[in-house]
């Protein structure tokens, strides 16, 4: 417990420092970001609403970081997932209704995200090309083909803007409790849980960790490292594919062009600071959820930017990793 | 295509290649000793904004390069602290620090420069005389900013501290096999700290080009993932400065393919040309395999008597 609660108070100083250093009045910061992310009834609606897209990338991570494999190309999939959901669910919906389309939906999401990693997945697999290299390479490329897709294919020919078209609220993810919460949100707590089932307590988790331990281990364990390195990395895809086509489905129904609300490497980070941990990371996407929320609303109030909620992100991170490394040291 | 469209076409390449090449051959120094610094965005991004306000309050462009390098070491300094000497994981403690610079010099950013939004001149350039007068490629290529042509300098000198020297050698060898660079008495934590602190220096002034020469402005994000770019570029480098170079002028010219092609009005989607050097790289990488060759120790702490 020490063991988080010194670099959480230690990242809340330092920000602290830094919001004085420029001639904010911190405690204002903070009260307007508790206020307006978490204490107000929309705030809290907001922040919820945040947390699904970011928990279901935080497991698409996990899934390929337990397996030691860096899947940096959450972006691209997400955006193309949530084009694919944007392109076919308005359509699909008129004809069908929604009882049809948010299924086929979400289906479609896990598919495109799937799809746009198995090219780096294949080339890690079985012609050992670096990951890194290729996830990142692959999300550029997907953040500029969903704009193009948006633009030249599935453009909504009724509107100046380039936008797909929209999904009607009514026919989106079913609200919860008459709140804009929507469906999603339990959607994505129950994957996390599932994804970390599957990593504790399955035998396809054990081959997971095995090989993110080890490849070498994993190989005279006699597991098809190529084959289980691919399955990690295309699953990984899938679950950020999920993610924005449940952004899509609960909130926008559509998608404009340029788009993008690069989640990608705050969860990044957000995975590392709960070191792979399910229930650590089901405490830090909230967190994160309502700084971020909040930290919108501080920006119009006090002109501090909402980006300063990667501030607090960044020395959290440091500040974690020093106090492991200080335990490390004492031992 | 017109001669006009090629000389924009060439010469935006040539102006957005530079902050790539500087950002590429800084995380090929860090990668050839081992460290992977996924902290390089951030560093151009605190060479970006320390660059373009000394420029702004000093009226002169270099006193502005040489703030974008210190911006670089400075933020160097944790990731030599935490990464080199503590051993810390050094994707999480890059991951930090991109984070941290994006969040700081947008809150800086609102801070200074949110009520007057101030912009830099347009900077002079240096013609190189006969070259220059080459049609087309001449104005593109060799009527620069003076920091365009000390940047392919800095190649050609790294290339030759690289095959020619002992600090060369004991790079290379700190990122293969740092336990035996130890045995032959050689410090491996300077070796890295100093191979690292270079990576701050040249991310830095990369970014001090970017603000103050490429756009004359500073806008919070304004990187945009140049330094994830600079990160890829390392790796295909192989360890050699000139291929990090000839990618850089390759993404260079997707970066800028669109204005040049948006000011001729010619009628292709600008997201289209956008992919292009992405989609050539995975393109490379799917029929040259692993062309990517990485030091062998790359990413993992030394600490010695292990």
């Known amino acids: 417990m020490k063991a988080v609660a010194l670099p959480v108070l230690g990242a809340l100083l330092a920000s602290a420092l830094v919001l004085l250093a420029v001639g904010v009045d911190p405690l204002a910061y903070y009260g307007i970001v508790l206020q307006r992310g978490l204490l107000s009834a929309h705030g809290l609606a907001a922040s919820a609403i945040r947390v699904a897209p970011l928990l279901l990338l935080a497991a698409s991570l996990m899934v390929s970081f337990s397996a030691g494999l860096w899947n940096l190309g959450g972006d691209g999939q997400f955006l193309l997932a949530a084009v694919a959901v944007s392109a076919v669910c308005p359509p699909l919906d008129a004809l069908a209704g929604p009882w049809l389309a948010l299924p086929v939906g979400l289906a479609l999401s896990l598919a495109a995200g799937a799809l746009w990693a198995a090219l780096p997945a294949y080339l890690r697999a079985w012609r050992g090309v670096n990951e890194i290299i290729t996830t990142l390479m692959m999300s550029f490329l997907g953040a500029s083909l969903a704009n193009t897709l948006i633009k030249m294919a599935f453009r909504d020919p009724g509107t100046t803007v380039p936008q797909t078209r929209i999904l009607p609220v009514a026919d989106r993810l079913p609200r919860l409790f008459g709140s804009t919460v929507h469906l999603g949100v339990v959607l994505a707590a129950l994957v996390l849980l599932a994804v970390h089932v599957l990593l504790a307590r399955t035998a396809f988790g054990l081959r997971l960790r095995t090989l993110g331990a080890s490849a070498r281990a994993a190989r005279h364990a006699g597991i098809d490292v190529a084959r289980t390195t691919f399955v990690a990395l295309v699953a990984s895809g899938a679950l950020a594919g999920l993610a924005g086509g449940v952004e899509i489905l609960g909130v926008w129904g559509g998608v404009r062009a340029d788009w993008n609300p690069g989640f990608g490497l705050s969860v990044v980070a957000l995975v590392c600071l709960a070191r792979l941990n399910g229930l650590a990371i089901a405490a830090l996407v909230p967190l994160f959820a309502v700084l971020s929320v909040g930290g919108e609303s501080a920006t119009i109030r006090l002109g501090v930017p909402s980006a300063f909620a990667l501030v607090f992100v960044a020395l959290l991170l440091l500040f974690l990793a020093l106090g492991e490394a200080a335990a490390r040291m004492r031992r | ?306």
């Not at chain 2, 001669?3 to 957005?16: I, N, Q, R």
């Not at chain 2, 160097?76 to 010099?105: F, S």
């Not at chain 2, 004991?170 to 890295?192: E, F, I, K, T």
Request: charged share 10%.
């Open chain 2, 1 to 306: 295509m017109t001669p006009e469209l090629a000389g924009d076409l060439v010469g935006g390449a040539a102006t957005a290649a530079v902050p790539l090449l500087l950002a590429g051959i800084g995380e090929q120094m860090s990668e050839k000793a081992g460290v992977l610094n996924v902290g390089i965005e951030g560093m151009l991004l605190a060479g970006a904004f320390a660059g373009f306000s000394a420029a702004l309050a000093t009226g002169a462009l270099w006193p502005g390069f040489v703030a974008g390098a210190a911006a670089g070491i400075v933020v160097a300094l944790p990731m030599v602290l935490l990464c080199v000497r503590l051993g810390l994981d050094q994707i999480v403690v890059g991951i930090a620090l991109t984070l941290g610079l994006e969040g700081l010099t947008a809150l800086l950013h609102r801070v200074l420069f949110s009520r007057l939004y101030p912009r830099l001149p347009a900077p002079a350039h240096w013609r190189i005389p006969g070259l220059a007068d080459i049609p087309v490629l001449g104005p593109a290529l060799f009527d620069r900013h003076p920091l365009a042509y000390l940047a392919v300098l800095l190649c050609a000198a790294l290339a030759w501290l690289y095959r020619r020297t002992f600090i060369g050698l004991h790079l290379a060898a700190a990122g293969v096999q740092p336990a035996g660079l130890d045995a032959a008495g050689v410090d491996v934590v300077r070796v890295r700290a100093l191979a690292v602190l270079g990576t701050g220096a040249l991310a830095g002034l990369g970014g001090a080009y970017l603000a103050e020469i490429g756009a004359g402005v500073f806008v919070p994000f304004m990187t945009n993932g140049a330094g994830f770019i600079g990160i890829v570029l390392a790796m295909l480098g192989r360890g050699n400065p000139w291929l990090v170079l000839a990618g850089a002028l390759l993404f260079g010219a997707g970066l800028s393919a669109t204005t040049a092609l948006q000011v001729v009005g010619a009628d292709i989607p600008t997201d289209l040309v956008q992919m292009l050097p992405f989609a050539m790289v995975m393109v490379a990488l799917v029929a040259f395999g692993r062309w990517a060759s990485l030091p062998a120790a790359l990413g993992q702490p030394f600490r010695r008597g292990r």
